[in-house]
């Protein structure tokens, strides 16, 4: 069974950091292209970041870049989302997401709020 469990959301005031974890199981981690996917009330769903299975390529939607980081290790089976500089309009609920075999994890949810 698939299974991708994120951690790591919470309250951040406008202009902090949060750092997102992803756990999977059920599949080999380390050829599989993984993809942080965000639900905000503004703009829906939102592919936010993708990372290539070996680390080396890596995507970023406009509205985050320069400002968040997809990163994983393989070996520890974990992939990451530093995002920094957080705006209210990140609010939202943030997925770890294997796109290729629609596989989403449960969600953790981000507020950027003062």
């Known amino acids: 069974e698939v299974q991708l469990v994120e951690s790591g959301g919470g309250l951040v005031q406008p202009g902090g950091s949060l750092r997102l974890s992803c756990v999977p199981a059920?599949?080999?981690?380390?050829?599989?292209?993984m993809t942080w996917v965000r639900q905000t009330p503004g703009k829906g769903l939102e592919c936010v970041s993708t990372?290539?299975?070996?680390?080396?390529?890596?995507t970023y939607a406009d509205s985050v870049k320069g400002r968040f980081t997809i990163s994983r290790d393989n070996a520890r089976k974990m992939l990451y989302l530093q995002m920094n500089s957080l705006k209210p309009e990140g609010t939202g609920v943030y997925y770890c997401?294997?796109?290729?075999?629609?596989?989403w994890g449960q969600g953790t949810q981000v507020t950027v709020s003062s």
């Open positions: 997401a294997r796109l290729k075999y629609a596989d």
């Open positions: 059920g599949f080999t981690f380390s050829v599989a292209t």
């Open positions: 990372i290539s299975s070996g680390g080396s390529s890596t």
